[in-house]
Structure formats: C-alpha cells, structure tokens
C-alpha cells in the first residue's frame, strides 16, 4: 500500500500519451503553458495514479504554480478521474475551463490558482485547520522553482519550520528561470531539510511517494527539465507558454521519447 | 473601539473553538490573555500580510472562521491581490479587521494613510463593508459576522459620531436580516424641524462629521442616514430611499468612486427620479507630507464632487 505498483514500461506509457495530448491540445485551442506541464506531469501523474488509481487515499491538492493547469487536466483526463477540463479547456463554452488551474476541475484542489505565489499559504492555512481539527489528511502543494522567488514562500516557510504540518510541498525544478538572484536551491537547502530527486529516474519517484506517505512536513525537489521528452526541444524558453504550430506539432510528436531511467 | 473589539472577540475565543484569530504584529496586547488560554488559535503571524491572508484563506477552507487583524495600508494594500484571489474569487470567507481606516494614524505620515481603502475593496466586489458609528454598534455588527461566518472588512475608526438625540429623531432602521436582533443596513433620522427644505444627508461612516460642511448641511436637511454596512443590499435599499429628495449629499470620508458607480447604478432603476442636486463630500486624494491631524485633514482637504 505504501509503494507504487504501477510498472515502469507502464508509465512510460501514460507520460508518452500525456505528452502527446498536451501538445496536440495546445496547438488545437492555441493556448496552454506545455512547458511548465510536460515537467510537472512527469511526477505528478505516478503521484496522481498511486494516490487516486492504487489506492483511495485522501488528500488536497494546491497546485500553486497554475498555469499547469493544461498537464493536471491532461492527467486527469488519462486517468479517467474527470475528462471534462481536458474536453473542455479554452473553448468558446461558457463553462469551459480557462488557461489556469480551477477548482472546479478536480475534488482535491483546494484553490483556483494562477497568480504565483498564493498557493503556499493556502496550503498551510488549511494543513493547519486539519491539525487543529486532529485530522490526518496531507495537503500537497505543487510549485514551480521560480516561483520560490515570491515573498509570500520565504515568508510561510518561517511558519513551516514550526508549525509541523502534514504538508507537502513539491516543487517542480525545471530549471528555466534564468534571473539574477541567488542559486534558489542552495539558499533553501542552507537552512531546511530538503528531498532531491529525479523526475527521470522510476526509483525516485517511488521514493516521493513514499514521502508523500509519510506523516508530517515534507519538501521535494523533483529535478525535471521542460520538454525533456521531446528530443532537440528540450529546456528551450520559448516553450514556456509557446504554442506549437501544426508542422511544429508534428516534428514534436516525431520526437517524443519518454526518459524514465530505473 | 478597537479595544472594545478585540476584548469582545476575546471573550468569544474560549467558547467558540472555530474562530481563529491571526494578528500582524498588532493588538498582541489586548489579545494577551486570548493567546495564553487558547495558543493554537491566537496567532501573532508576523509582519507578512500578503501570507496571513493567504493561511487565512486556508484555514477558512478548513472550516475555521479566521479574522486577520492589521492596520490597514498594509492588509488592503499590499494583500490586495490575496484579497482579490484568495478570499474573494475562491469564496473564502474571513473577517478583515482593520486599524488607520483613512487618516486615523494621520500623524504617521501616508505611509499609514489608507483613504482608498472602501473603493478598491467594492472595485473587486467585496460583497460587506463596515464602518461602524459607535462602540456599541460595533460590538452588534462584530457579533453578526462571527455567528454568520460572513466575507467581511471591517474599517475600525478611532472617532464615534452619535447623532444628537435632541434634534433627531429615528425613524427607520433596515435590517440585514429580518430578526431585530441583527445589526441595521442603516438608520434613517427625521429632524424634529419639520419645515426644512427636502434634503437629505447620507453619512457612511463615523468620519463623516469631520468633512467640510457637514454641520450646515445637516443643518437644512430634513433627514439623516447612517451607513455602517455597505454591502449589495444596502445600497439598493438606499438608493430606493434617496429617490424621493430634491437634493442629496453624501458624506464619504475616503475616496468615494467605486461607491459611487455602484450606487447611481442602482440609482438608474428609477425613471422618474430627478434631484436638483446629488453632491459627495469626501477627502481630495493627495499625499499629505507633513503632520496633520486626521480631522484637519478631513475638513481642509476636503472636496466636493457632483454627481447628478
């Protein structure tokens, strides 16, 4: 119960049929971040299938870095959790589904995301009630790494050391910010315990979830790189929030090749 | 009526295991006693407001009441956006409570002046504003809110203004809800003089008895209304009421432009009303660098506006 059964050739699977739809639906409505979704897709979908797939398990979901939102519906669609944002995402109904993350799409999302740096607190805020209200249910928060340049992270994380919350924050280090600033990743982990792991490598994935499954506050550094599936497009800015044309498109779908070392 | 306001929460803290109160390095004081009894639900959360009204918004999430407390520039200001996303396009509710409501902390200088603070609230639709006339209203308001658990920013300002008793008389009062117990939308006064021209004065807030003018144009009026709750309802309610004058003033004592917009909207339902005159009177919208008294600023550097 406490490990991933899914095997490996298995995910290689979903994460090359959910690379694929992601593309394939950004070019068709023109819109979708497929940088930032491919790299959290390649954690978040095992995590997603484990919790949801293998077991039941309860648990929130913030998914703080919102402009994700295209890689969570993609998985959720995948994994035949909820196929309407996917169906539904940018089009011209008015109950369709925007280009960043609604809580309407999904029971576990605590929050409607999007604007960066609102969804630590949130999570934290609600961990608390849930320890106040001696429940056990982990909240998850999913960042970005440039994010973490936010105030609002560095000042939570002052009431994270103390608080000893059942959360989980994962951050998703894509490495693609390029800013004048400290190395982030050292800065953090010069003062706070920090998980680093692989997003390639199907052992440390199973590692994270069984983080996940601990009891009390965890962070992750999932190590992923944008596009990284998509041979000769990997960790280019332009696919940050670019839109692949249709030539594109299909150079892209030639090339994808899932990395998922042991 | 900040301390009456925090001792009244206080006192609720022991009995009322869903309030949880979050302050930003202020009110550490009165809320001592509070924070000894219940530690997990007083939290002193530091001089990080744009987090607070995130955790906050969290913790409304978890089925806890959460009321923030800080002064004000610095909650609506600078947690604008949070106050935006977090609590109101997520439908967290929590009870903002602010000190400094436009000019209280006037002697510190605009970077503690906060005159905007109404109109960028109403501007996203923050759906219930209070100002709140005396200490005793206050309480009634602030025990609504926690029982109903509602979305609410609560301005606290330093004055009271109680309407001379000898010289009015109440004549209506609107409820938020239809038990008497609840706090007024507003109340509605008739001067004891019945022969005065058909004027009415619209007051929202305590500050407005130190705008410009405010005791000869209450003077000529012929009633008086009192605004502690602005929400939705309040002003179609008022702006039901003010139909039937020739003129209007409305005392706004902060930047009055969303609340504006938002009543003549509610105004243009009515075909057949033609006043002769609706003026506001508000504080001009200036930095003020140097040393003023809140009540010299809001009668010097007042202004009036006409509407219709």
Known sequence: MNKLN???????????????????????????HIGGSVSMSQFLLPIIYYLEIENSIEYRLVLSKGHASLGLYS??????????????????????????????????????????????????????????????????CIMGDGELQEGTFWESILHFARMKLNIKIIIDFNDSIDTDTLKIDEAIKSFLEVHELNAFSYSDLKKGIELINANGPIIIFFRTVKLANVKNYESKPQWHAGIPNTLELSDMLDKINIKLED | MRNTLLKNISQKLPTMRDIIVLLGDLGTFQMREARSLCPERVINFGIMEQSMIGFAA??????????????????????????????????????????????????LGPTHHCPHDVSNLLSINHPCIVHPFTKIESIKICDYL??????????????????????????KKLFLEKASKKPNFFEKYESINKNRKNILSVLFGPDSKFLNNYEQITKRSRNLITVPIITPKTLKNLAFEIQNYDEIFLFIPYEPSSLISK?????????SFKPSLIKAIHPKNIFFDNSYMKESILNNFSEETKIM
């Open chain 1, 6 to 32: 899914l095997e490996k050739k298995i995910l290689k699977q979903y994460l090359e049929e959910n690379t694929k739809q992601i593309l394939q639906k950004a070019n068709s409505i023109k819109s979708g």
């Open chain 2, 146 to 171: 926690i029982d109903h658990k509602k979305q609410a920013y609560f301005r606290i300002s330093t004055s009271e203004c109680e309407l001379d008793n000898s010289k009015f008389k109440k004549i």
């Open chain 2, 58 to 107: 969290g913790l409304s999430k978890g089925g806890y009441y959460p009321i923030t407390y800080s002064i004000t520039p610095f909650l609506v200001d600078r947690a604008y956006e949070q106050i935006k996303i977090d609590l109101i396009y997520n439908n967290n509710n929590v009870l903002i409570l602010s000190a400094g409501a436009s000019f209280d902390y006037s002697n």
């Open chain 1, 75 to 140: 998985i959720l669609s995948l994994l035949n959790i909820n196929k309407i944002p996917f169906q539904n995402y940018c089009t011209n109904d008015p109950d369709s589904f925007h280009g960043h993350t609604c809580k309407n799409s999904f029971n576990k999302l605590l929050a409607s995301t999007g604007s960066l740096g609102h969804g630590l607190p949130i999570a934290m805020g609600y961990s608390y009630a849930q320890k106040l209200s001696k429940s056990i249910i982990p909240t998850i």
């Open chain 2, 263 to 271: 009543l003549l909207n509610y105004l243009t339902n009515y075909t």
